[in-house]
């Protein structure tokens, strides 16, 4: 992700979350907390028992995620040196030195670039938040005489990685109409184009649909039937490389346990066959598939 794409999808979770935005520049936002994002990102975890044992008015934190750390700073100091500037030129300043003016309240200041700490946590918040939705796509127009029909999709974003030594994955956005069994590829973007509300609107029904379970059962077959396609190469090369790791430490070990001494030889062996061990769990290919998150979308019908 680059600077944008962090700050936008901040600036998303943020207004999703009620915050008051105090300041937003390009490289940075102040923000004052709502309390439902103090509770996830600040982990009071004793202040928020605490405001629920005793009733007391939460007081939120302010923090100024940073998205470019280098600008920030530089700002920071212009900014900083045009203040003493302006305190300087006081009568006060000129008699008895710099006086600081009276700034804002203080604020916690967390680097959001990728790879932070904080980022890191904002995208595991957002994700077990996330991870199970139930959306109705909005009606351009509602009809008071006759009622809008829809059907139900489950939508399902796999993750597929292809593990050894090294290691890259694959995102599947796959959707299945719970009408008719019609799967469909790229689901996530399909649903970003259309206006969807987690409230069913009014004067509107949803048409039959199969179990849940046969769903599932065939988005599964759909993404192993993908992942049995994909080119092998990168498991026979893996395979190459771990042979060429067994053969070296074959190698090395053979010289060491013929030198060893006989009360020593079980020791050495252990050794070895712990390395073995260690060698085939980090090159041996492995394919998981993981479920990032789903939902169900009731989509407007193409004869409504």
Same mark, same amino acid.
């Given at each position: 992700?680059?600077?944008?794409q ?10 999703? $979350?009620?915050?008051?935005?105090? +300041?937003?520049?390009s490289?940075? @936002? ?12 600040? &982990?009071?975890?004793?202040?928020? &028992? ?11 934190m ?7 750390? =280098? ?21 006060l300043?000129?008699?008895?030195? #710099? ?9 916690i200041?967390?680097?959001m !670039?990728?790879?932070?700490i ?12 996330? $991870?199970?939705? &139930? ?12 009622? !809008? ?10 993750? @597929? ?5 090294? $290691? ?5 956005s796959?959707g ?20 969807? !509300?987690?409230?069913?609107?009014? &004067? ?8 849940? %379970?046969?769903?599932?059962? =065939? ?13 092998? $190469? ?12 067994i053969?070296? #430490? ?10 060893? =001494? +006989? =009360?020593?030889?079980q ?10 061990? %260690? #060698? ?11 479920? #990032? ?12």
């Amino acid at each position: 992700m680059n600077k944008q794409q962090v700050d936008q999808f901040v600036m998303r979770y943020l207004e999703s $979350k009620q915050c008051h935005i105090i +300041e937003k520049g390009s490289d940075h @936002v102040v923000v004052q907390l709502s309390p439902e994002a103090d509770r996830e990102l600040t &982990n009071r975890h004793y202040y928020w &028992n605490f405001v629920e044992r005793t009733g007391a008015s939460p007081e939120t934190m302010r923090l100024t995620f940073v998205f470019d750390m =280098e600008k920030y700073e530089q700002a920071k100091a212009k900014n900083k040196e045009k203040e003493n500037k302006m305190n300087t030129d006081t009568i006060l300043g000129r008699y008895l030195g #710099i006086t600081p003016l009276a700034g804002p309240q203080r604020t916690i200041q967390q680097d959001m !670039t990728f790879g932070s700490i904080k980022l890191e946590q904002l995208f595991q918040v957002v994700q077990q938040k996330g $991870k199970y939705i &139930n959306l109705y796509e909005v009606p351009s127009e509602t009809s008071v005489s006759e009622s !809008t029909a829809y059907m139900s999709w489950l939508g399902v974003n796999f993750k @597929v990685e292809f593990t050894s030594d090294l $290691k890259r994955s694959e995102i599947h956005s796959l959707g299945i109409c719970l009408s008719t069994g019609e799967i469909q590829t790229d689901f996530h973007h399909t649903a970003l184009q259309m206006k969807l !509300t987690t409230k069913m609107p009014p &004067n509107t029904h949803i048409r039959p649909t199969i179990s849940l %379970e046969r769903a599932v059962s =065939e988005l599964q077959k759909y993404i192993i039937q993908k992942v049995k396609v994909v080119d092998q $190469k990168w498991a026979l090369d893996a395979h190459d490389r771990l042979n060429e790791e067994i053969l070296r #430490i074959q190698t090395y070990y053979k010289d060491l346990i013929a030198a060893a =001494e +006989e =009360e020593d030889k079980q020791e050495v062996e252990g050794l070895f066959e712990n390395r073995l061990q %260690e #060698i085939k769990r980090q090159y041996e290919p492995k394919i998981q598939v993981s479920v #990032i998150n789903c939902g169900f979308f009731s989509l407007l019908c193409d004869d409504h």
